[in-house]
């Protein structure tokens, strides 16, 4: 289970932070202060600052100018708005680029990328590392102790834009870490199979980044260098926190992240105090919310379930979709609330104030193109309006900041298999880590069933049951641990490959699966891929992707066999075993809700879960737990007729919200609506 720390993210603002990324060196000093007058009409109690200032604060080697940056602080401090500001590091100026070409990450082609746009630095280029590093504490000595800072805000979104660089320096820095990790060339080349195709190294010097080649490359290799590249953002990261604790002691510390597989980052816990998350779900795309759930809950999940913080979305569309629909009205709001539920303690927009040139002048923004006068502030500004009047000392929610979620369900995030699954040896391109493990989220949300994500590291204590989709690659200590949760009564589901690989990425031979499949009565000797002639059943439910061929221990009992014309039929594709006190199940395919569903449902059932609201799937319900001991049960209405929910439990009461609660304490809420109810623990 969870930490529960009920410390509010940012302790230094009262209620739940509202606001935006600030950019005002796009704009004359004329306008700043207009800004700072709408912000307060607005509800505004927090901006982010200076993420792309770096070239205004530093227009040559050295030279610092914080003129602006001192105004700006001013000005908003006065205005009683107080700043998460930022490192500015995420874009070196150009004069850095052109002066240290050792900047300039590369490609796997060798090709280095050129400046111009934004992240275009090597996480490892000591040119990068020592500008930036100096800016950090400059900015961190000259704002500590200023009464406007609230929070300090890491680079942006790091590794968002480019996941692995291949350069020299890395290259360098990469056979540091080999031989940091394995000792010696002799264990090496065992971990990485270099037998196989002529590849064994006889020197250090041989070992290259994972650079394009006549064909595939080694899976082994490459999943090392993803690890190495891994330490080397978590590094980037936590070199600019320790520079700021040194020299601004007691601010809190964030770093925003947006969809990105560029680093384990579950690795920042104890590196930053909170972590912040980028959100830009499509609103063309049905039940892209459900996305965006998974990304709040793994966000929350990757600081051990500390409440979080939605640094940014969009008020209405962004810009870079080759499609960019805008937000209908209510959307914005809805979607805000939905961050809330699952444990954020801001609601935070890109941008405050919408540009008029540049890469993003058709992003929208808390104040549009079309001015204060628009629907669409009058909306940024009744949602400000309407979270001071909820949270903070005298709203109607006054622990919901600080509060966190409580889940009897945890479902394991594994970067390692996430990246391994991603390359040519893999045996189907259809093996979508992340979607498989979305699918069982997605699956739980429709069951109205809250859930912690936890990385394979993590402790399963207090949980009753754990989900473990497509854990392709799982060392035997987690393997034990899965055992001994089961053995102890626990319930665990798992499957679609799982256990295939070692840390290593070696095969287990014997059966696939090893001590996991013994676990789950089952023994594997082969798998098949789904081809585009497709049509492969399960207990009658279309299946795809990646089919476990199962044969099932006599005792276990199988839910679905596979069947239709297919050479599968006969062999199982879900079963059930007891395990000791507990119970194992195994899903060896990508079923659709349709069949997903009711497996989730027998694995709830087993483990004693049950969900919170009896509803429809577009209803989502999520439960924050305050530090006085009050529930706030969040029910959030995603569809587009009226919908009906009725807690599975007894004494709820109506805190927020325009739905009603009728006599059979059954909740009506119109499209895009939330409520709040609440009641004591
Ligand atoms: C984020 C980024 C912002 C802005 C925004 C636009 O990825 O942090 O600076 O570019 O996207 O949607």
């Given at each position: 289970?969870h930490?529960?720390?009920?410390?509010?993210?940012?302790?230094?603002v009262?209620?739940i932070?509202?606001g935006?990324?600030?950019?005002?060196?796009?704009?004359s000093?004329?306008?700043?202060?207009?800004d700072?007058?709408?912000?307060?009409?607005?509800?505004?109690n927090?901006?982010?600052l200076?993420?792309?200032?770096?070239?205004?604060?530093?227009p040559s080697?050295?030279?610092?100018d914080?003129s602006?940056?001192?105004?700006?602080?001013?000005?908003?401090?006065?205005?009683g708005?107080k700043?998460?500001l930022?490192?500015?590091?995420?874009?070196?100026?150009?004069?850095?680029?052109?002066?240290?070409?050792?900047?300039?990450?590369?490609?796997?082609?060798?090709?280095?990328?050129?400046h111009?746009?934004?992240?275009?630095y090597?996480?490892?280029?000591?040119?990068?590392l020592r500008?930036?590093?100096?800016?950090?504490?400059?900015?961190?000595?000259?704002y500590?102790?200023h009464?406007a800072?609230?929070?300090w805000?890491?680079?942006?979104?790091v590794?968002?834009?480019?996941?692995?660089?291949?350069?020299d320096t890395c290259?360098?820095?990469f056979?540091k870490?080999?031989?940091?990790?394995?000792?010696?060339?002799e264990?090496?080349?065992?971990?990485?199979?270099?037998a196989?195709?002529?590849?064994?190294y006889s020197s250090?010097?041989e070992i290259?980044?994972?650079?394009?080649?006549?064909?595939?490359?080694?899976p082994?290799a490459?999943?090392?260098?993803r690890?190495?590249?891994s330490?080397?953002f978590?590094d980037?990261?936590?070199?600019?926190?320790?520079?700021?604790?040194?020299?601004?002691?007691?601010?809190?510390i964030?770093?925003?992240?947006m969809?990105?597989?560029g680093?384990?980052?579950?690795?920042?816990d104890?590196v930053?105090?909170?972590?912040?998350?980028d959100?830009?779900?499509?609103?063309?795309?049905?039940?892209s919310w459900?996305w965006?759930?998974?990304m709040?809950?793994?966000?929350?999940?990757?600081?051990?379930?500390?409440?979080?913080?939605?640094?940014e979305?969009?008020p209405?569309?962004?810009?870079?979709?080759?499609?960019?629909?805008?937000?209908?009205?209510?959307l914005?709001?809805?979607?805000?609330?939905?961050?809330l539920?699952?444990g954020s303690?801001s609601?935070?927009?890109?941008?405050?104030r919408?540009?008029?040139?540049g890469?993003?002048?058709?992003?929208?923004?808390m104040?549009?193109?079309?001015g204060?006068?628009?629907?669409?502030?009058a909306?940024?500004?009744a949602?400000g309006?309407?979270?001071a009047?909820?949270?903070g000392?005298?709203?109607?929610?006054?622990?919901?900041?600080?509060?966190?979620?409580?889940?009897?369900?945890?479902?394991?995030?594994?970067?390692?298999?996430?990246?391994f699954?991603?390359y040519?040896?893999f045996?189907?391109d259809?093996y979508?880590?992340?979607?498989?493990?979305?699918?069982w989220?997605d699956?739980?949300?429709?069951?109205h069933?809250?859930?912690?994500i936890i990385?394979?590291?993590?402790?399963?204590?207090?949980?009753?049951l754990?989900?473990?989709?497509?854990?392709?690659?799982?060392?035997?200590?987690l393997?034990?641990?899965?055992?001994?949760f089961?053995?102890?009564?626990g319930?665990?589901?798992?499957g679609?490959?799982?256990?295939?690989v070692d840390?290593?990425?070696?095969v287990?031979?014997?059966?696939?699966?090893?001590?996991?499949?013994?676990?789950?009565?089952?023994?594997?000797?082969?798998?098949?891929?789904e081809?585009?002639?497709?049509?492969?059943?399960?207990?009658?439910?279309?299946v795809?992707a990646?089919f476990?061929?199962?044969?099932?221990?006599?005792?276990?009992?199988?839910?679905?066999?596979?069947?239709?014309?297919?050479w599968l039929?006969?062999?199982?594709?879900?079963?059930?075993?007891k395990?000791?006190?507990?119970?194992?199940?195994?899903?060896?395919?990508?079923?659709?809700?349709?069949?997903?569903?009711?497996?989730?449902?027998?694995c709830?059932?087993?483990?004693?879960?049950?969900?919170?609201v009896a509803?429809?799937?577009?209803i989502?319900?999520?439960?924050?737990?305050?530090?006085?001991?009050e529930?706030?049960l969040?029910?959030?209405?995603h569809?587009?007729?009226?919908?009906?929910?009725?807690?599975?439990t007894k004494?709820?009461?109506l805190?927020?919200?325009?739905?009603?609660?009728?006599?059979g304490?059954?909740?009506?809420?119109t499209?895009?609506?939330?409520?709040?109810?609440?009641?004591?623990?």
């Amino acid at each position: 289970m969870h930490a529960r720390t009920f410390a509010p993210a940012v302790g230094l603002v009262d209620g739940i932070l509202y606001g935006g990324d600030y950019n005002p060196e796009q704009w004359s000093p004329s306008t700043w202060k207009e800004d700072i007058g709408l912000m307060k009409e607005a509800g505004v109690n927090l901006v982010t600052l200076g993420v792309f200032s770096w070239a205004i604060l530093e227009p040559s080697e050295g030279e610092y100018d914080f003129s602006r940056m001192d105004i700006l602080m001013e000005l908003l401090s006065a205005g009683g708005i107080k700043v998460d500001l930022a490192t500015g590091t995420a874009a070196q100026p150009a004069w850095a680029s052109v002066a240290y070409t050792d900047i300039a990450p590369m490609d796997e082609r060798g090709m280095r990328f050129s400046h111009g746009s934004r992240q275009s630095y090597c996480p490892n280029s000591p040119s990068y590392l020592r500008l930036s590093r100096a800016l950090v504490e400059a900015l961190g000595k000259r704002y500590a102790a200023h009464p406007a800072l609230a929070l300090w805000h890491v680079n942006n979104e790091v590794a968002c834009h480019l996941q692995a660089c291949t350069c020299d320096t890395c290259a360098a820095l990469f056979r540091k870490w080999l031989a940091s990790r394995y000792g010696g060339l002799e264990r090496l080349n065992e971990a990485w199979g270099t037998a196989f195709w002529s590849q064994r190294y006889s020197s250090w010097e041989e070992i290259v980044p994972p650079r394009v080649s006549t064909a595939s490359l080694n899976p082994a290799a490459r999943l090392d260098y993803r690890r190495f590249m891994s330490d080397s953002f978590l590094d980037l990261v936590r070199g600019e926190a320790g520079i700021l604790r040194r020299v601004s002691p007691g601010i809190p510390i964030t770093t925003n992240l947006m969809w990105t597989d560029g680093a384990d980052w579950f690795r920042l816990d104890g590196v930053v105090d909170a972590l912040a998350y980028d959100s830009y779900p499509d609103p063309s795309e049905k039940e892209s919310w459900r996305w965006a759930a998974y990304m709040f809950d793994l966000t929350r999940g990757h600081l051990g379930g500390k409440p979080w913080l939605l640094m940014e979305q969009a008020p209405s569309q962004v810009n870079w979709r080759p499609l960019n629909a805008a937000k209908k009205p209510g959307l914005m709001r809805l979607w805000s609330s939905q961050a809330l539920a699952h444990g954020s303690d801001s609601v935070l927009f890109f941008q405050w104030r919408a540009s008029v040139r540049g890469s993003e002048q058709f992003h929208s923004a808390m104040l549009p193109h079309a001015g204060a006068s628009s629907r669409r502030h009058a909306e940024v500004k009744a949602f400000g309006m309407e979270l001071a009047r909820l949270s903070g000392k005298n709203g109607s929610l006054p622990g919901l900041a600080g509060s966190v979620v409580s889940a009897r369900a945890a479902l394991i995030n594994s970067y390692d298999s996430w990246w391994f699954s991603q390359y040519r040896p893999f045996p189907t391109d259809a093996y979508d880590y992340q979607r498989f493990v979305r699918d069982w989220h997605d699956s739980l949300s429709r069951l109205h069933v809250p859930v912690d994500i936890i990385s394979p590291r993590d402790s399963l204590d207090g949980y009753g049951l754990v989900l473990a989709p497509a854990l392709f690659l799982a060392d035997e200590e987690l393997l034990s641990r899965l055992g001994s949760f089961v053995k102890d009564g626990g319930t665990l589901a798992t499957g679609i490959g799982a256990a295939m690989v070692d840390e290593e990425g070696k095969v287990r031979t014997g059966g696939y699966g090893g001590q996991l499949a013994r676990l789950c009565g089952i023994h594997i000797q082969e798998y098949d891929v789904e081809t585009p002639r497709g049509g492969v059943t399960a207990g009658g439910y279309p299946v795809h992707a990646w089919f476990d061929l199962i044969e099932a221990a006599k005792e276990t009992e199988v839910l679905a066999f596979y069947e239709g014309g297919s050479w599968l039929a006969g062999f199982a594709a879900a079963t059930k075993a007891k395990a000791g006190k507990g119970n194992a199940y195994w899903l060896g395919t990508r079923a659709e809700s349709s069949y997903l569903d009711a497996f989730m449902a027998d694995c709830l059932a087993a483990a004693g879960i049950e969900g919170l609201v009896a509803a429809g799937p577009d209803i989502e319900a999520c439960v924050r737990l305050t530090a006085s001991g009050e529930e706030l049960l969040f029910v959030m209405n995603h569809g587009e007729g009226e919908g009906r929910a009725r807690p599975v439990t007894k004494g709820w009461k109506l805190v927020h919200g325009p739905g009603v609660i009728d006599e059979g304490e059954e909740l009506a809420l119109t499209p895009l609506t939330f409520a709040v109810l609440s009641r004591r623990a």
